[in-house]
């Protein structure tokens, strides 16, 4: 079945860098790979998302020049290079994939900035 692993959340002060990982398995990974973020009282929003390929990397527009996604496809792996964050950040990170007409999510991994 499809599972994604998420890891690498903590906690940072204002300005500092963090790298979430996503590990995948149960499919084969050529798929359009996204992270979403849930903060408090919020509702979940889309961070980034990565092609099959690479080629194409969309961003919301709150973390674009500060966050980077990637994926290695030989490892099944999907990540975001978080730099420069703010308290605003905070919040719970999800990997998400669909397959087959199918949403999967993982468990999430929180993320908060705080002095």
């Known amino acids: 079945q499809v599972q994604l692993v998420e890891s690498g959340g903590g906690l940072v002060q204002p300005g500092e860098s963090l790298r979430l990982s996503c590990a995948a398995s149960g499919f084969s990974f050529s798929n359009y790979m996204s992270w979403y973020r849930q903060a408090p009282g919020k509702e979940r929003e889309l961070v980034a998302a990565i092609t099959s390929d690479s080629n194409t990397r969309n961003y919301t527009d709150s973390v674009k020049g500060r966050f980077t996604i990637s994926r290695d496809n030989a490892k099944k792996t999907v990540y975001l290079q978080m730099n420069s964050l703010k308290p605003e950040d905070t919040a719970v990170y999800y990997c998400?994939?669909?397959?087959?007409?199918?949403?999967?999510w993982g468990k999430g991994t929180l993320v908060t900035v705080s002095l």
């Open positions: 998400n994939v669909r397959f087959r007409g199918r949403e999967y």
